[in-house]
């Protein structure tokens, strides 16, 4: 019997060992049995990553990409559904068997092509959408450029809600007044690289490659957490198009003249050539295996409406990237854009009758203020950009600019270089945290008998980290550093930047948004140094400058609409700016160092250009817009609109009118009214708004544009007759104060176009601008344009 027993439990444990040793099978059988589901999602017509798409599995698992398009998840054995979504594409389900073995799968998603659903890059650094930012944004689209005539990049965002463009100065939310080509507060990239000059800190609109554009991307707020100096006031970003599997080549011609201005006995052309324009565009992508290629160019002539203002110009422009098919995520490239340019402009008008269109000093001699330059352009972007397989992206960015103006009849002219290097990590943990961050280096020389010989090097790091909670809550925050050098004297430090915001998704298409941002610019040589003349007009240095500094904060809310097919996003914001140091572009008398107003009146004029640091600055506002798009009938109907109030005070200049009002009890109310007129910040106007749209019906498209811009109420008090208080009623340049007392009710401009999709590959165009012919003035002493038409032809191959 004892025997049984041993036996019986040598039988369990040999039985628990069976079970034991079955289980360690099973497990071992599980685990091979089970797939890995990996791949990467792209956008199916840019074959630009996508990130955060979700890939869910049969309702019950899920993971979303990483900065680099990867996705991966398990799959136990068996049949399942994988459906990728993403809110700014459609979405695709498949089916797929789990078999043991792992199984890679890249998709492309195609995108909606609705308003209600726009990819974003620039506040973020990565793919997102518009409506999950905390920022107010607004994107230009390359079908919003295609139909309506635009030349220049300046000239489509004049149609852009928020935003002015004045002599060529941007200016977003009223953030920026008009400088004389001298120093911008709005930082203009091209693929996230900047685009302003290394002298003058200015944009140069033509030589932006309008033909490459995929959309422009405009952030209304300061954003030098990122991008640093000179995005004190906002951004505007031009994506460009990388090639698709199917090559694309196009070609734009457009010829254009200008009609005579509604302006009596005024008009220099009457009975000669009317004013015109030309202008000629090509493009073409291709992907050859592993290369992207892209060639473009540009050849524009224009005898302006000014007269004796011209532009003749040629761009050309390339872009290649090499994707590496053995080491995979690396990517190489290079980027060149090349423009040489001459043309004539001048300051102001001589006067505001027979001389509205003539420049101030005629078009010769030593007191003319026709300016004749020959310029050059050249940009070389080298950069490489290497996506790991834990989700993170190394980039590295090289810039070489070269900026040469050569004024005719002169010597005066600047040749400036600038090396620009950056490089980039950003990673997406655990956790949904994004985190983007880098170090800017740039050099810039500068040898110019304009401003003197000039060195600068600029050092910035910088980082920003985005967190999502809850699916439905946004975090951002962000800090920078830079410090700014020239000619190897004192150290310029920006403080320490910061920014934060927060996106809430109340329901499907609510989203509601703050945020606040910290800015900075330093001054531009040209600011700085500058000493030059224009016929009788002076621009003067100011070696004493400093940085300015400032703030902006906001909240919004975004909300989408569906009505039957109709869709779209109405979005409110109110916003403050404020700023210290406000670098102030001041036109005046400007007397020499310990002089007086009589030792000044004894010798030559010092009329002219300076630029100045105001104490403090505060700008505040609200805006509405709309975007949207849906059909009537059979016909698709687009459309952009936008109302923008703002407040923008000199905190400096409403202390003394408080302090003068507060001791002259006796004034009256029209006289208090005048003095709370001079607290607003000259060149801006005070309410703008702007309205675009666009229907189809078959090959026939209809669109057009209006814009109102209320009047200027302050601009600077030489033009005038009232600064200094010694020229109080005597106008420096004639006529600007009749036609301001003529024109004080703003200006509204209509633009029109219409489009005939002739073939498949041939599209012809007709477009009217100021179809009214209304007269105004840009800014004192410019005129815009009067009525012009042209006629389009665009030609795909």
């Given at each position: 019997?004892?025997?049984?027993?041993?036996?019986?439990?040598?039988?369990?444990?040999?039985?628990?060992?069976?079970?034991?040793?079955?289980?360690?099978?099973?497990?071992?059988?599980?685990?091979?049995?089970?797939?890995?589901?990996?791949?990467?999602?792209?956008?199916?017509?840019?074959?630009?990553?996508?990130?955060?798409?979700?890939?869910?599995?049969?309702?019950?698992?899920?993971?979303?990409?990483?900065?680099?398009?990867?996705?991966?998840?398990?799959?136990?054995?068996?049949?399942?559904?994988?459906?990728?979504?993403?809110?700014?594409?459609?979405?695709?389900?498949?089916?797929?068997?789990?078999?043991?073995?792992?199984?890679?799968?890249?998709?492309?998603?195609?995108?909606?092509?609705?308003?209600?659903?726009?990819?974003?890059?620039?506040?973020?650094?990565?793919?997102?959408?518009?409506?999950?930012?905390?920022?107010?944004?607004?994107?230009?689209?390359?079908?919003?450029?295609?139909?309506?005539?635009?030349?220049?990049?300046?000239?489509?965002?004049?149609?852009?809600?928020?935003?002015?463009?004045?002599?060529?100065?941007?200016?977003?939310?009223?953030?920026?007044?008009?400088?004389?080509?001298?120093?911008?507060?709005?930082?203009?990239?091209?693929?996230?690289?900047?685009?302003?000059?290394?002298?003058?800190?200015?944009?140069?609109?033509?030589?932006?490659?309008?033909?490459?554009?995929?959309?422009?991307?405009?952030?209304?707020?300061?954003?030098?957490?990122?991008?640093?100096?000179?995005?004190?006031?906002?951004?505007?970003?031009?994506?460009?198009?990388?090639?698709?599997?199917?090559?694309?080549?196009?070609?734009?011609?457009?010829?254009?003249?200008?009609?005579?201005?509604?302006?009596?006995?005024?008009?220099?052309?009457?009975?000669?050539?009317?004013?015109?324009?030309?202008?000629?565009?090509?493009?073409?992508?291709?992907?050859?295996?592993?290369?992207?290629?892209?060639?473009?160019?540009?050849?524009?002539?224009?005898k302006s409406y000014l007269f004796g203002s011209y532009d003749q110009r040629a761009r050309v422009s390339m872009a290649t990237r090499y994707?590496?098919?053995?080491?995979?995520?690396?990517?190489?490239?290079?980027?060149?854009?090349?423009?040489?340019?001459?043309?004539?402009?001048?300051?102001?008008?001589?006067?505001?009758?027979?001389?509205?269109?003539?420049?101030?000093?005629?078009?010769?001699?030593?007191?003319?203020?026709?300016?004749?330059?020959?310029?050059?352009?050249?940009?070389?972007?080298?950069?490489?950009?290497?996506?790991?397989?834990?989700?993170?992206?190394?980039?590295?960015?090289?810039?070489?600019?070269?900026?040469?103006?050569?004024?005719?009849?002169?010597?005066?002219?600047?040749?400036?270089?600038?090396?620009?290097?950056?490089?980039?990590?950003?990673?997406?943990?655990?956790?949904?945290?994004?985190?983007?961050?880098?170090?800017?280096?740039?050099?810039?020389?500068?040898?110019?008998?304009?401003?003197?010989?000039?060195?600068?090097?600029?050092?910035?790091?910088?980082?920003?980290?985005?967190?999502?909670?809850?699916?439905?809550?946004?975090?951002?925050?962000?800090?920078?550093?830079?410090?700014?050098?020239?000619?190897?004297?004192?150290?310029?430090?920006?403080?320490?930047?910061?920014?934060?915001?927060?996106?809430?998704?109340?329901?499907?298409?609510?989203?509601?948004?703050?945020?606040?941002?910290?800015?900075?610019?330093?001054?531009?040589?040209?600011?700085?140094?500058?000493?030059?003349?224009?016929?009788?007009?002076?621009?003067?240095?100011?070696?004493?400058?400093?940085?300015?500094?400032?703030?902006?904060?906001?909240?919004?809310?975004?909300?989408?609409?569906?009505?039957?097919?109709?869709?779209?996003?109405?979005?409110?914001?109110?916003?403050?700016?404020?700023?210290?140091?406000?670098?102030?572009?001041?036109?005046?008398?400007?007397?020499?160092?310990?002089?007086?107003?009589?030792?000044?009146?004894?010798?030559?004029?010092?009329?002219?250009?300076?630029?100045?640091?105001?104490?403090?600055?505060?700008?505040?506002?609200?805006?509405?817009?709309?975007?949207?798009?849906?059909?009537?009938?059979?016909?698709?109907?687009?459309?952009?609109?936008?109302?923008?109030?703002?407040?923008?005070?000199?905190?400096?200049?409403?202390?003394?009118?408080?302090?003068?009002?507060?001791?002259?009890?006796?004034?009256?109310?029209?006289?208090?009214?005048?003095?709370?007129?001079?607290?607003?910040?000259?060149?801006?106007?005070?309410?703008?708004?702007?309205f675009g749209f666009e229907a189809t019906y078959k090959k026939l498209t209809l669109g057009g544009n209006v814009r109102y811009n209320s009047?200027?109420?302050?601009?600077?008090?030489?033009?005038?007759?009232?600064?200094?208080?010694?020229?109080?009623?005597?106008?420096?340049?004639?006529?600007?104060?009749?036609?301001?007392?003529?024109?004080?009710?703003?200006?509204?401009?209509?633009?029109?176009?219409?489009?005939?999709?002739?073939?498949?590959?041939?599209?012809?165009?007709?477009?009217?601008?100021?179809?009214?012919?209304?007269?105004?003035?840009?800014?004192?002493?410019?005129?815009?344009?009067?009525?012009?038409?042209?006629?389009?032809?665009?030609?795909?191959?």
């Amino acid at each position: 019997m004892e025997k049984f027993y041993t036996l019986l439990r040598h039988a369990r444990n040999f039985k628990g060992y069976l079970v034991g040793f079955a289980f360690i099978l099973f497990i071992a059988h599980s685990t091979k049995a089970q797939t890995i589901l990996k791949g990467i999602v792209k956008d199916s017509v840019t074959q630009e990553v996508l990130v955060g798409v979700v890939v869910a599995v049969d309702s019950t698992q899920s993971t979303t990409t990483d900065l680099n398009g990867h996705y991966k998840i398990t799959l136990t054995p068996g049949p399942h559904t994988v459906t990728f979504s993403y809110v700014t594409y459609q979405g695709k389900v498949m089916q797929i068997k789990a078999d043991g073995n792992d199984a890679i799968y890249d998709i492309t998603l195609p995108p909606v092509s609705q308003n209600l659903q726009t990819t974003v890059v620039t506040a973020s650094m990565y793919g997102k959408n518009i409506q999950q930012e905390d920022v107010s944004m607004q994107v230009i689209k390359a079908q919003d450029i295609e139909n309506t005539g635009m030349r220049q990049v300046d000239e489509t965002m004049c149609n852009v809600p928020g935003v002015d463009v004045i002599d060529q100065q941007a200016n977003i939310r009223g953030g920026s007044g008009w400088t004389y080509g001298a120093g911008s507060r709005v930082l203009i990239l091209v693929d996230g690289l900047p685009e302003l000059t290394p002298d003058a800190g200015d944009a140069i609109w033509d030589f932006l490659p309008m033909e490459q554009i995929s959309q422009i991307e405009v952030i209304k707020g300061a954003s030098s957490a990122l991008y640093g100096s000179s995005a004190l006031n906002g951004v505007i970003n031009l994506r460009t198009a990388w090639p698709t599997s199917t090559p694309v080549t196009t070609f734009s011609v457009m010829s254009g003249i200008y009609a005579n201005p509604n302006v009596p006995d005024s008009v220099p052309w009457k009975g000669g050539q009317q004013p015109y324009f030309n202008n000629f565009s090509f493009f073409h992508s291709q992907q050859i295996k592993q290369l992207d290629l892209i060639l473009s160019g540009n050849l524009a002539d224009e005898k302006s409406y000014l007269f004796g203002s011209y532009d003749q110009r040629a761009r050309v422009s390339m872009a290649t990237r090499y994707r590496f098919k053995h080491i995979d995520g690396l990517m190489v490239g290079v980027k060149a854009n090349y423009m040489y340019q001459n043309n004539g402009t001048w300051l102001v008008w001589a006067n505001d009758s027979a001389g509205i269109l003539r420049p101030f000093g005629g078009l010769s001699g030593p007191n003319s203020s026709l300016v004749q330059t020959l310029l050059r352009r050249l940009n070389i972007d080298p950069f490489i950009n290497y996506n790991l397989a834990d989700g993170s992206r190394i980039s590295l960015q090289a810039r070489y600019f070269l900026s040469s103006n050569v004024d005719y009849g002169s010597d005066k002219g600047s040749i400036a270089q600038s090396y620009y290097y950056e490089l980039r990590y950003q990673k997406n943990f655990k956790y949904n945290i994004n985190l983007s961050a880098g170090l800017v280096e740039s050099k810039d020389i500068v040898v110019a008998q304009l401003y003197g010989d000039h060195t600068s090097i600029n050092q910035a790091a910088y980082m920003q980290l985005e967190k999502k909670l809850f699916d439905r809550l946004d975090l951002t925050a962000g800090i920078r550093k830079e410090s700014n050098v020239i000619d190897d004297t004192a150290k310029e430090n920006s403080p320490i930047v910061f920014r934060a915001g927060a996106n809430y998704k109340i329901a499907e298409h609510t989203f509601i948004r703050a945020s606040y941002g910290e800015g900075y610019r330093f001054p531009s040589i040209a600011e700085k140094y500058i000493n030059s003349s224009v016929g009788p007009v002076s621009i003067f240095p100011d070696p004493t400058l400093i940085p300015e500094t400032g703030y902006s904060s906001e909240i919004g809310i975004s909300q989408g609409v569906q009505v039957g097919s109709w869709r779209g996003i109405i979005d409110i914001a109110g916003f403050e700016t404020d700023y210290k140091n406000l670098i102030d572009f001041s036109f005046g008398l400007w007397l020499p160092k310990n002089a007086t107003h009589a030792d000044s009146l004894n010798e030559a004029p010092f009329l002219g250009f300076k630029s100045i640091n105001i104490e403090q600055a505060q700008i505040s506002g609200a805006e509405l817009t709309l975007t949207g798009e849906g059909k009537i009938g059979p016909v698709t109907v687009r459309f952009i609109g936008g109302f923008t109030a703002i407040d923008p005070i000199n905190l400096a200049q409403k202390d003394s009118v408080n302090k003068y009002e507060s001791s002259h009890s006796n004034l009256t109310s029209a006289q208090k009214d005048s003095l709370n007129q001079t607290e607003i910040l000259n060149y801006r106007s005070l309410y703008t708004a702007k309205f675009g749209f666009e229907a189809t019906y078959k090959k026939l498209t209809l669109g057009g544009n209006v814009r109102y811009n209320s009047f200027m109420v302050n601009v600077d008090g030489v033009f005038v007759g009232n600064d200094p208080p010694y020229l109080v009623n005597t106008e420096l340049i004639p006529g600007i104060k009749e036609f301001r007392d003529a024109h004080h009710t703003g200006d509204y401009i209509i633009d029109a176009h219409i489009a005939y999709q002739a073939t498949d590959k041939v599209k012809m165009s007709f477009i009217v601008k100021n179809l009214l012919n209304r007269t105004y003035m840009v800014r004192p002493g410019l005129l815009g344009p009067p009525e012009n038409f042209a006629i389009q032809l665009n030609i795909s191959l």
